[in-house]
């Protein structure tokens, strides 16, 4: 198997049996896109559906938006022999992690599904939403796709902090 990686703003397509895609996302979304006839495949991971109004977007920035990087993910599997008629799709991530940032999750994810509708690609899964974040790992050739939820994990006894010593008692009283 050869892993590929991918973080926000990136996207990688793939046409060759054993390679999975990867990601690991929060409130971000990934697009897993397959044409089985083709048998190539690709995956995106965006930051936010579009930018804001006030917010002037260069070409490196582009890619961290979905408006953009469905587009180029789409056009880079078309090059590979895609037809997009024939792309189904998956759906990930979307998760409203930290309070009081605004639902960005949920905004992501109705924007990633609002773009598949819009585009007349189906999806075969959906897994957007809730509070944790997830793994993603693609297998673009076979359009197979596994998503764990991330549990806490514990710290590693060398990074906990040490408990506090209890106070010694001796029967005095300090003031100050």
Same mark, same amino acid.
């Given at each position: 198997?050869?892993? #590929?990686?991918? /973080?926000? $703003?990136?996207? *990688?397509?793939?046409?060759? &049996?054993?390679?999975?895609? %990867?990601?690991?996302? +929060?409130?971000?979304?990934?697009?897993?896109?397959?044409?089985? #006839?083709?048998? /190539?495949? $690709?995956?995106? *991971?965006?930051?936010?559906? &579009?930018?804001?109004?006030? %917010?002037?977007?260069? +070409?490196?920035?582009?890619?961290?938006?979905?408006?953009?990087?469905?587009?180029?993910?789409?056009?880079?599997?078309?090059?590979?022999?895609?037809?997009?008629?024939?792309?189904?799709?998956?759906?990930?991530?979307?998760?409203?992690?930290?309070?009081?940032?605004?639902?960005?999750?949920?905004?992501?994810?109705?924007?990633?599904?609002?773009?598949?509708?819009?585009?007349?690609?189906?999806?075969?899964?959906?897994?957007?939403?809730?509070?944790?974040?997830?793994?993603?790992?693609?297998?673009?050739?076979?359009?197979?796709?596994?998503?764990?939820?991330?549990?806490?994990?514990?710290?590693?006894?060398?990074?906990?902090?040490?408990?506090?010593?209890?106070?010694?008692?001796?029967?005095?009283?300090?003031?100050?």
């Amino acid at each position: 198997m050869r892993r #590929v990686s991918i /973080v926000q $703003g990136e996207f *990688h397509v793939a046409s060759q &049996e054993g390679v999975v895609i %990867s990601t690991l996302l +929060g409130s971000c979304i990934a697009a897993c896109l397959q044409d089985p #006839v083709a048998r /190539v495949g $690709g995956m995106n *991971h965006f930051l936010l559906g &579009e930018p804001g109004a006030d %917010s002037p977007v260069t +070409g490196v920035e582009m890619q961290r938006y979905g408006v953009h990087a469905m587009e180029l993910l789409i056009n880079a599997l078309m090059q590979r022999g895609a037809q997009r008629s024939r792309l189904r799709g998956h759906l990930y991530g979307g998760a409203n992690i930290v309070a009081g940032l605004g639902g960005i999750g949920t905004k992501n994810g109705e924007f990633a599904r609002n773009f598949m509708r819009t585009e007349g690609i189906a999806v075969d899964r959906c897994d957007l939403g809730g509070t944790q974040a997830r793994k993603v790992e693609f297998m673009p050739f076979e359009g197979r796709v596994r998503a764990m939820l991330v549990k806490d994990q514990p710290l590693p006894a060398a990074l906990r902090p040490a408990p506090l010593a209890a106070p010694q008692r001796t029967g005095e009283l300090e003031l100050f």
